[in-house]
């Protein structure tokens, strides 16, 4: 990260260097222009002076032919070759001229010499000018180098970015996963949470000491009673629930033991078939699980005497087994309540 900041800072005093450069170029640049232009200026002075000395060697002047040359020349080195041919020009005229006179040749020869003077002057400067203009160039270069090398550096600085933000990316996902588990560890608790409270309540309810109404009898968390009078099944349940209670479910061991021992004569109990032949069922839905039948049931046994048998009543002799007898028949009933 302080990386990638520095590199940027680096990255913009590079552009001004560079900026600073490119505008010393472009100064060297206009300074170069302006210094050909001189050159040129001297090249058109330097070509009327020997436009002059040809005209004045050759009596019959025929000079279209120097003029195209002149006009041509544009360079450094055609400037030389230029010299060159006006020196060799002033030569030939002094050989061959008997008719000049010595003094214009002498004021000839001293502005050629000044010419040519100026135009070494020239050269000289633009040499100068070229050789800091390589030395932009070199400068430029360098900085170009400098900015590859940062630019690999950014590179390795972007590498280490995408790193960083992989590790990130994991770091994410293990804790969205250490969430969902502790999302479900928590959803157990609060499952065993439920558990330990309805536990609790039926350990509060038995740890309760029994409060049956009167003339109920009680035995653990339930509370019976034992009519005086004999029913149908049917009636005798209705009655039970008139109290708020129903016939009896016996659903274990001691409780078969207990109202075996409290009744005097054969009893209805709160199981049936009469929605399904032979399938017993307890009037609180539950199904018949432990049974105390003894040869029974035997739905009547096919003896029209006992027709169908499809309630169940609690025999009053030793052991207290059960028997299928007919709904309508007349008997005492027990009824249960959960105290
Ligand atoms: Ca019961
Ligand atoms: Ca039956
Ligand atoms: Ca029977």
């Excluded at 100026?118 to 633009?126: N, P, Q, R």
């Excluded at 430029?140 to 933000?165: G, V, Y």
């Excluded at 994991?170 to 928590?186: G, N």
Aim: include cysteine; hydrophobic fraction near 30%; aromatic fraction near 4%.
């Amino acid at each position: 990260m302080f990386r990638h900041h520095d590199s940027a800072a680096e990255l913009s005093s590079i552009k001004d260097n560079l900026t600073e450069c490119l505008r010393a170029a472009e100064d060297k640049l206009t300074s170069v222009s302006e210094e050909r232009d001189l050159l040129n200026s001297s090249l058109t002075q330097l070509t009327e002076e020997m436009d002059r000395l040809q005209r004045l060697s050759k009596p019959s002047p025929s000079s279209s032919e120097s003029r195209s040359h002149g006009a041509a020349v544009v360079s450094l080195g055609l400037l030389s070759v230029f010299l060159l041919a006006g020196l060799v020009g002033l030569g030939v005229h002094h050989h061959h001229s008997a008719r000049g006179s010595a003094a214009e040749l002498s004021s000839i020869k001293d502005n050629l010499t000044e010419c040519l003077r100026a135009a070494e002057d020239k050269l000289t400067s633009v040499s100068e000018e070229r050789d800091l203009l390589n030395s932009s160039l070199t400068q430029l270069t360098e900085e170009m180098d400098r900015l590859q090398r940062l630019s690999k550096l950014n590179h390795d600085s972007a590498a280490e970015l995408s790193s960083i933000k992989d590790n990130l990316t994991e770091c994410l996902r293990a804790a969205e996963d250490k969430l969902t588990s502790v999302s479900e560890e928590r959803d157990l608790l609060n499952s065993s949470l439920t558990q330990l409270t309805e536990e609790m309540d039926r350990l509060q309810r038995l740890s309760k000491p029994k409060t049956c109404p009167a003339g109920w009898k009680t035995l653990s968390s339930s509370c019976y009673f034992l009519s005086s009078r004999s029913d149908s099944w049917e009636q005798s349940r209705e009655d039970c629930r008139d109290k708020g209670a129903d016939l009896v479910v016996i659903d274990s061991l001691e409780e078969q033991k207990f109202l075996s021992s409290i009744i005097k004569q054969r009893t209805w109990i709160g199981l049936h078939d009469r929605v399904d032949e032979g399938s017993w069922k307890w009037i609180d839905g539950t199904p018949l699980t432990q049974a105390y039948w003894d040869s029974q049931p035997d739905n009547g046994g096919g003896d029209p005497q006992w027709g169908e048998e499809d309630c169940a009543e609690l025999v009053d002799f030793a052991g207290g087994n059960w028997n299928d007898v007919r709904c309508s028949d007349l008997k005492p009933w027990i009824c249960e309540n959960l105290a």
